[in-house]
């Protein structure tokens, strides 16, 4: 379990556990200051994905189904006390399937869920394809993302590194196909960047579909919104309220 799970600060006695999933090609590691930041009742369990972190030399998996399978029956022994999830652009897509797995398997739901930058899984996804494009353009595309520096993007070297984790990441978005099922039997929030280039308020409410209970909140900032010092502060009220 350890090489799936980044925990920064773990906690004596947590009453509530948010999973935090990233976005392509990041680290469990981003959300290592959020730990900082909420009280000692919250524990931070972040998500560590083959290909990047303390797994760079892993190679990136490119399917979702095979991810879920591998990653479901890791976190069962954490979901001994409540718990919720957060995901960011991929890592909403993630913690949805995901969500759907546990209730599948073990009829366990999360106490609440955050999906951020993220357009809902059910809407078609619009070419081209990262994927399928040459390095060049590909890292061209990256650019209009806005969540890498132009100084890595222009080191070939270190780029060469990143490549195969991100191209691995765009597949396993790319290649996702939505299967309709019962909407989710949990609170849900969508998060969505108010200068977001990347994906509109629309995506991200599309997401009410999916769930029995839907909130939309706008977020000033881009399509990496989360990366802002005080963001977790946002969230604090909800949280809050969970182990009330």
Known sequence: ????????????????????????????????????????TIEICAIELPGRGKRLMEPALTDLSELIQALGPQLLPQLNIPFAFFGHSMGALIAFELCRWLRQTVQLTPAHFWVSAARSPHLPIEPPLM?????????????????TPTSVLNNTELMSLMLPTLRADFTLLETYRYQPRAPLNCPMTGLWGQQDPIVDRAGVAAWQVQATRFELEAIAGDHFFIQQPLFIQQLLPTLGALIS
């Not at 947590?14 to 976005?23: D, E, N």
């Open 1 to 40: 379990m350890d090489s799936w799970l980044v925990c920064p600060q773990r906690q004596v006695r947590p009453r509530l556990r948010l999973f935090c999933f990233a976005y392509a090609g990041g680290s469990a590691w981003i959300f290592r200051p959020w730990a900082k930041q909420l009280p000692a």
């Open 131 to 147: 994927h399928t494009l040459s390095d060049e353009d590909f890292v061209e595309r990256l650019k209009s993302y806005q969540g």
